[in-house]
């Protein structure tokens, strides 16, 4: 059984930051390839924020250039998206995701937690 739990988000005024986390619960028998952060605001689709190899490899969307920075922490299965200089159109639900790899590659999302960015 996977389970991906994030924590972190909250309100916050425009200029602001945030630091989300994201801890994945997996056995000893699976290793976790690509890990991300997606967000999904009302009426739209869900987008990428960034995501990170096991490797350090970060790749971001255009917007969060700059603003958001994403880290993981292979020892603890974790991964984190530190957002400074928050805009009211950050306002989302935040989506951790994890690929894990047992046999083969299963993609697990974690429940979301609300960012709310205020002007």
């Known amino acids: 059984q996977v389970q991906l739990v994030e924590s972190g988000g909250g309100w916050v005024q425009a200029g602001g930051s945030l630091r989300l986390s994201c801890a994945a619960s997996?056995?000893?028998?699976?290793?976790?390839?690509?890990m991300g952060w997606y967000r999904q605001a009302p009426g739209k689709e869900r987008e990428l924020v960034a995501e990170?190899?096991?490797?350090?490899?970060?790749t971001y969307a255009d917007s969060m250039k700059g603003r958001f920075t994403i880290s993981r922490d292979n020892a603890r299965n974790a991964v984190y998206l530190q957002m400074n200089s928050l805009k009211p159109e950050d306002t989302a639900v935040y989506y951790c995701?994890?690929?894990?790899?047992?046999?083969?590659?299963?993609?697990?999302w974690g429940q979301g937690t609300q960012v709310t960015v205020s002007s």
């Open positions: 990170i190899t096991p490797g350090g490899t970060a």
């Open positions: 997996v056995s000893a028998a699976v290793s976790i390839n690509l």
């Open positions: 995701n994890a690929d894990i790899i047992h046999h083969v590659t299963i993609e697990f």
